[in-house]
Antibody, heavy 121, light 110 residues
Framework: EVQLLQSGGGSVQPGGSLRLSCEAS????????LTWVRQAPGKGLEWVSS????????FNADSVKGRFTISRDNSKNTLYLQMNTLRPEDTATYFC??????????????WGQGTMVTVYS | QSALTQPASVSGSPGQSITISCTGT?????????GSWYQHHPGKAPKLIIY???KRPLGVSNRFSASKSGNTASLTISGLQAEDEAAYYC??????????FGTGTTVTVL
C-alpha cells in the first residue's frame, strides 16, 4: 500500500523558516516525481513545487520561487520542502503527493495527510 | 498565471448526471493531454479520479468520466450518489508555469 506520511509544519512569524518532510513507503520511491500542493483556509488547491524522480529536475510556482526549495533523499524515501522568508499568505495546509510518472505528468495518485503551516504577524 | 475557471457550485438529485466544466487557455488545457481531476472531501486528502484528460485510475467508479474540447475540460458524474458530495478540482500542466489547478467546484447532492 502506498503511504505518504508528513511531518513538520507549525507556526512561525513572517520572515521565518520551516521544513516539511514526507516519508514514503509502498512503492519504488526513485521512480516517481513528487509534488507539494497547498490549500489556504477557505481556498482551493494550489500547486507549489515538483521534483523529478532523480531529484535533478525541479520547478516551482512563481509565488514561492526564490523562497521555497523542494528536494528529495532517495536513500531515505523522503521528500522535503524547505520554506524560507515565509509570508502570511503562505498560511495553508500543505500536502505532498506522488505522481504517476518519473518526471512531469500532473497525475497525483497518492497524497499525504496534510500538515498545517501558519505564518502569523 | 491564473487558476483554471470552474463553476463555484453544481448540484443534482440522486441518480442524476452532472457536468463540471474547467476552462483554461491554449497554453495549458489546449496544449497538453495531461489534465487531471481530483475529488476532495473536507479534512481529507484529495483523490485522483481522472488523469491524462480522460483516463480513470484503477478503483475509481466508472460513474466518473471526462472529456476535453479545445481549451475546456469537463467532468461528468453519472448516477449521482450522496458520497459524491465534495469539492472537485481540475488540473493541467502549463509549460513554464508548472501545474495549474482550477478554482474548484462544490458538488451538492440534493
Amino acid at each position: 500500500e502506498v503511504q505518504l506520511l508528513q511531518s513538520g509544519g507549525g507556526s512561525v512569524q513572517p520572515g521565518g523558516s520551516l521544513r516539511l518532510s514526507c516519508e514514503a513507503s509502498g512503492f519504488t520511491f526513485r521512480s516517481y516525481a513528487l509534488t507539494w500542493v497547498r490549500q489556504a483556509p477557505g481556498k482551493g488547491l494550489e500547486w507549489v513545487s515538483s521534483i523529478g524522480g532523480t531529484g535533478t529536475n525541479t520547478f516551482n510556482a512563481d509565488s514561492v520561487k526564490g523562497r521555497f526549495t523542494i528536494s528529495r533523499d532517495n536513500s531515505k524515501n523522503t521528500l522535503y520542502l524547505q520554506m524560507n522568508t515565509l509570508r502570511p499568505e503562505d498560511t495553508a495546509t500543505y500536502f505532498c503527493a506522488k505522481d504517476r510518472y518519473l518526471n512531469r505528468g500532473g497525475a497525483f495518485d497518492a497524497w499525504g495527510q496534510g500538515t498545517m503551516v501558519t505564518v502569523y504577524s | 498565471q491564473s487558476a483554471l475557471t470552474q463553476p463555484a457550485s453544481v448540484s443534482g438529485s440522486p441518480g442524476q448526471s452532472i457536468t463540471i466544466s474547467c476552462t483554461g487557455t491554449r497554453n495549458d488545457i489546449g496544449s497538453y493531454s495531461l489534465g487531471s481531476w481530483y475529488q476532495h472531501h473536507p479534512g481529507k486528502a484529495p483523490k485522483l479520479i481522472i488523469y491524462e484528460d480522460t483516463k480513470r485510475p484503477l478503483g475509481v467508479s466508472n460513474r466518473f468520466s471526462a472529456s476535453k474540447s479545445g481549451n475546456t475540460a469537463s467532468l461528468t458524474i453519472s448516477g449521482l450518489q450522496a458520497e459524491d458530495e465534495a469539492a472537485y478540482y481540475c488540473c493541467s500542466y502549463a509549460e513554464s508555469h508548472g501545474y495549474i489547478f482550477g478554482t474548484g467546484t462544490t458538488v451538492t447532492v440534493l
